[in-house]
């Protein structure tokens, strides 16, 4: 006598809710193809597309309007910069983090204390979310990207607004187009139309950076008011 069997099927595996962080790292990984590391916020792996030069926002700020040309504001396609914080990133040809301390003593700033930090192989950086609109640090809404599904990245909260001290891109990368042939590097004899040679880059932000450090050094005592 044969006895009809039932096949229990397996139970099925819980489907994983996205978090919020993750369509900012399948627009980096899916849309423009660089590699990301594990964990929330998103963090950039350095060295592989790209290196990063870090340095003060002001001093970054003054570099890009003295390298630029003349009525171009600092939206105009270009290589990608960020501002995180106080503080500017600016990406740059891979092996431009292992270039700088020698360059730096080519340009003969190697012996001036300079807040410039590179970031190359091995480093990461705070994925910068869309691109700020205002003073306020709203970000614009999501733009669908071209040929596909995916958004541009944005700040996870319901307001759209970046966190506080969170990276954010002041010229993003452009979609569709390889990072590394808007990126600055030495083989750019006297630069591109969209990006300065390296040591040109690197001499303007030193000096800019020993600006800065200059402008905030420490103030003279005022002399005491003679009493009589």
Do not use: K, N
């Not at 091995?122 to 640090?137: C, R, S």
């Not at 040929?147 to 990368?173: E, F, I, K, N, Q």
């Not at 139309?193 to 932000?205: E, F, G, I, Q």
Request: charged residues 20%; positive net charge; hydrophobic residues 40%.
């Amino acid at each position: 006598m044969a006895f009809a069997t039932s096949v229990v099927p397996l139970p099925r595996r819980p489907v994983e809710t996205a978090g919020p962080w993750d369509r900012v790292r399948r627009w980096y990984e899916s849309v423009l193809g660089w590699p990301t590391a594990p964990g929330s916020p998103v963090r950039l792996r350095a060295g592989v597309r790209f290196d990063v030069l870090d340095v003060p926002a002001g001093a970054g700020h003054a570099a890009l309007e003295r390298l630029g040309r003349p009525g171009a504001g600092l939206r105009r396609p270009g290589f990608p910069v960020a501002l995180w914080g106080e503080r500017m990133l600016l990406l740059v040809a891979v092996g431009g983090a292992d270039e700088l301390p020698g360059l730096l003593e080519w340009l003969e700033w190697g012996s001036l204390p300079l807040d410039l930090r590179a970031v190359g192989a091995g480093g990461l950086i705070e994925a910068p979310l869309g691109p700020a609109t205002g003073a306020g640090g709203l970000v614009g809404d999501a733009a669908p990207v071209p040929g596909s599904d995916l958004l541009s990245p944005y700040p996870p909260d319901r307001h759209r607004r970046s966190r506080r001290g969170a990276a954010v891109w002041l010229r993003p990368p452009e979609q569709g187009r390889e990072v590394e042939a808007s990126l600055p590097a030495l083989s750019a004899v006297g630069g591109t139309a969209s990006a300065p040679d390296l040591a040109r880059l690197v001499h303007t932000l030193a000096t800019e950076c020993h600006r800065v450090r200059l402008s905030h050094g420490p103030r003279l005592p005022r002399p005491a008011r003679a009493t009589r």
